[in-house]
């Protein structure tokens, strides 16, 4: 069974840094899209960040030049590096992975439990 464990949120004051990474876990033939989403109170989920399996990014214009996605395959772990915080950045993070589960070429979407991320002022 594939499971995603997300960690490295917390509460930091506003310009502070926080680096999020997400573990992916169980039987897995192949990996391609890794995501982060948030979603704050109020509000609907919003994709962050995406990294596809050819190394393509791409980011959602608030957080451009302030955060940097990057993925170890090897470790099979995803991160989210987060500089420039801002109170507006304070959300439940999610990890999101498109991968193969099995020899098969079906793909499946697994989400990580969330990881909160506060900002103060």
């Known amino acids: 069974q594939v499971q995603l464990v997300e960690s490295g949120g917390g509460m930091v004051q506003a310009g502070g840094s926080l680096r999020l990474s997400c573990a992916v876990s169980?039987?897995?033939?192949?990996?391609?899209?890794m995501s982060w989403y948030r979603q704050a109170p109020g509000k609907e989920r919003e994709l962050v960040a995406a990294?596809?399996?050819?190394?393509?990014?791409n980011y959602a214009d608030s957080v451009k030049g302030r955060f940097t996605i990057s993925r170890d395959n090897f470790k099979r772990t995803l991160y989210l590096q987060m500089n420039s915080l801002k109170p507006e950045d304070t959300a439940v993070y999610y990890c999101?992975?498109?991968?193969?589960?099995?020899?098969?070429?079906?793909?499946?979407?697994?989400w990580g439990q969330g990881t909160q991320v506060t900002v103060s002022s």
């Open positions: 169980g039987t897995i033939f192949g990996i391609n899209a």
């Open positions: 999101n992975v498109e991968a193969r589960p099995s020899y098969y070429p079906d793909t499946y979407v697994y």
């Open positions: 990294s596809t399996s050819g190394g393509r990014t």
